[in-house]
């Protein structure tokens, strides 16, 4: 089935719903994002029972969340749907009462590009520890420089009697002082064509 | 009574001379030596694809036992040698260094593949140590992604000849004031902290890779995904966005 017939069912289903067809998925606002999922679980004639994937897309102007359904019983899919919200404050309802398999996705969407579920039972960090701060693979995200020792990582060194050289420890400190954080540096205009 | 040291030593151009003619002479350092690079245990462990290479070398075809090292333990106290093969990322990194220090002296360290030496492929990444030689110091390392058997064999090779070359009165786990553990790094906010042990470890002043690419860690371009993506009706609004 391919996604203008889908569009076309979803709209006599649902009267007035925006949908657009992006590629060969279909968009739809995050408000409708939740019946549209259970209509196309429960319907008899689409009967998406199994939600195979949902990934994270950082666009730059704004985040989205794709999700790929199929049907088990009746060997079709995917279907997918795309859902897209502004970076500053990306909330998604949760699909983790239609489909167990959103569970662990959905954490590791927060995890990685801090998209909120809303309504997930228990979205923590997945692969990266709670107390880690800020979302690694949103495309603005530095990550730290680890060749230099930073103020923490002194006190620390020095908590657990190892002695720091005065160069690092100089250097820590005159960071600490110009309130900056030791990351990576964007390459080099030039750099890349090498 | 007192023990004097026994400052004898054979020359070796003497001692080949004599083994051909039958004669051999051995000093204990040499037996002692011979007793331990001939069982070499090291500890069951694998983190990555480079645990396969070394599953490969210890199975039947390129056979770890020819050279004494077959037998692998489950548990780091009954562990002479550690070979890390793989990726060690910053979650599993205070493992490593923990399982380390709970190894009995004396203890080696093989790190084997490219990211265990340095990061690898994942140089760039936030999730990947840059090398577990930030936290603890390695005898041999063993360049590949990943290396062959044969490789893994050669860096066995070269740490019994290392085993052979320690001297029985200068070897550090028989001295005072030994420190062979090394603190646990922790979960920070950015990272693990420390981000390194100076004690262990100090970043090149002078770095091939700087130099090259003009930055050492950000490597990757991130951009803007391509905008292949032709919209229906642009009548239709969609969400908020
Ligand atoms: S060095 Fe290559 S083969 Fe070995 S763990 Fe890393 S990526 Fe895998």
Redesign the pocket.
């Given at each position: 089935m391919n996604p203008a017939e889908i569009k076309t069912k979803l709209e006599s289903e649902f009267p007035g719903i925006p949908i657009q067809i992006v590629g060969e998925g279909l968009l739809l606002g995050p408000e409708d994002l939740v019946r549209v999922a259970r209509f196309l679980k429960e319907s008899g004639e689409f009967k998406m029972n199994y939600l195979s994937s949902i990934t994270a897309v950082d666009y730059l102007e704004h985040l989205e969340s794709v999700y790929h359904l199929y049907s088990v019983d009746q060997r079709t899919g995917p279907v997918v749907l795309r859902v897209r919200v502004p970076r500053d404050n990306p909330r998604i309802p949760s699909l983790v009462h239609l489909f167990r398999s959103a569970e662990f996705q959905e954490r590791e969407a927060y995890d990685m590009m801090g998209i909120r579920y809303e309504g997930h039972p228990d979205l923590r960090r997945i692969f990266m520890w709670e107390g880690f701060e800020g979302y690694p693979l949103r495309k603005d995200y530095l990550p730290e420089n680890e060749d230099v020792l930073e103020w923490d990582d002194v006190e620390w060194l020095e908590r657990h009697g190892v002695t720091v050289p005065a160069e690092y420890k100089q250097y820590a400190q005159d960071l600490k002082a110009a309130g900056k954080e030791a990351r990576a540096e964007r390459p080099k205009p030039g750099a890349e064509a090498v | 009574m007192t023990l004097n040291q026994n400052l004898s030593t054979v020359e070796s151009g003497l001692k080949s001379e004599l083994r051909k003619k039958g004669i051999v002479i051995a000093t204990l350092e040499d037996f002692y030596n011979w007793g331990r690079r001939s069982s070499i245990w090291p500890l069951q462990f694998g983190?990555?694809?480079?645990?396969?290479?070394m599953i490969a070398t210890a199975c039947a075809r390129y056979d770890l036992a020819r050279f004494g090292a077959e037998l692998f333990r489950a548990s780091p106290r009954q562990a002479d040698l550690m070979i890390i093969?793989?990726?060690v990322t910053k979650k599993m990194a205070p493992q490593v260094v923990r399982l380390y220090n709970q190894m009995p002296e004396p203890k080696y360290v093989i790190t084997?593949?490219?990211?265990?030496?340095a990061g690898?492929?994942?140089i760039d990444g936030t999730n990947v140590l840059k090398g577990i030689d930030r936290y603890i110091p390695v005898d041999v390392h063993l360049p590949?992604?990943?290396?062959r058997p044969e490789a893994l064999l050669w860096g066995i090779t070269e740490l019994q000849r290392k085993i052979d070359g320690q001297e029985i009165e200068k070897n550090e786990w028989y001295q005072r004031g030994l420190k062979r553990e090394f603190p646990i790094p922790e979960f920070g906010p950015k990272g693990l902290i420390p981000k390194f042990n100076p004690d262990v470890w100090r970043p090149e002043t002078a770095s091939r890779r700087r130099e090259r690419y003009g930055d050492p860690i950000l490597l990757g371009k991130k951009t803007a995904a391509p905008k292949f993506e032709t919209f229906g009706d642009p009548n239709v609004k969609v969400g908020t966005v």
């Amino acid at each position: 089935m391919n996604p203008a017939e889908i569009k076309t069912k979803l709209e006599s289903e649902f009267p007035g719903i925006p949908i657009q067809i992006v590629g060969e998925g279909l968009l739809l606002g995050p408000e409708d994002l939740v019946r549209v999922a259970r209509f196309l679980k429960e319907s008899g004639e689409f009967k998406m029972n199994y939600l195979s994937s949902i990934t994270a897309v950082d666009y730059l102007e704004h985040l989205e969340s794709v999700y790929h359904l199929y049907s088990v019983d009746q060997r079709t899919g995917p279907v997918v749907l795309r859902v897209r919200v502004p970076r500053d404050n990306p909330r998604i309802p949760s699909l983790v009462h239609l489909f167990r398999s959103a569970e662990f996705q959905e954490r590791e969407a927060y995890d990685m590009m801090g998209i909120r579920y809303e309504g997930h039972p228990d979205l923590r960090r997945i692969f990266m520890w709670e107390g880690f701060e800020g979302y690694p693979l949103r495309k603005d995200y530095l990550p730290e420089n680890e060749d230099v020792l930073e103020w923490d990582d002194v006190e620390w060194l020095e908590r657990h009697g190892v002695t720091v050289p005065a160069e690092y420890k100089q250097y820590a400190q005159d960071l600490k002082a110009a309130g900056k954080e030791a990351r990576a540096e964007r390459p080099k205009p030039g750099a890349e064509a090498v | 009574m007192t023990l004097n040291q026994n400052l004898s030593t054979v020359e070796s151009g003497l001692k080949s001379e004599l083994r051909k003619k039958g004669i051999v002479i051995a000093t204990l350092e040499d037996f002692y030596n011979w007793g331990r690079r001939s069982s070499i245990w090291p500890l069951q462990f694998g983190l990555a694809c480079c645990a396969i290479e070394m599953i490969a070398t210890a199975c039947a075809r390129y056979d770890l036992a020819r050279f004494g090292a077959e037998l692998f333990r489950a548990s780091p106290r009954q562990a002479d040698l550690m070979i890390i093969s793989g990726t060690v990322t910053k979650k599993m990194a205070p493992q490593v260094v923990r399982l380390y220090n709970q190894m009995p002296e004396p203890k080696y360290v093989i790190t084997m593949g490219a990211c265990s030496i340095a990061g690898g492929p994942f140089i760039d990444g936030t999730n990947v140590l840059k090398g577990i030689d930030r936290y603890i110091p390695v005898d041999v390392h063993l360049p590949g992604c990943p290396p062959r058997p044969e490789a893994l064999l050669w860096g066995i090779t070269e740490l019994q000849r290392k085993i052979d070359g320690q001297e029985i009165e200068k070897n550090e786990w028989y001295q005072r004031g030994l420190k062979r553990e090394f603190p646990i790094p922790e979960f920070g906010p950015k990272g693990l902290i420390p981000k390194f042990n100076p004690d262990v470890w100090r970043p090149e002043t002078a770095s091939r890779r700087r130099e090259r690419y003009g930055d050492p860690i950000l490597l990757g371009k991130k951009t803007a995904a391509p905008k292949f993506e032709t919209f229906g009706d642009p009548n239709v609004k969609v969400g908020t966005v």
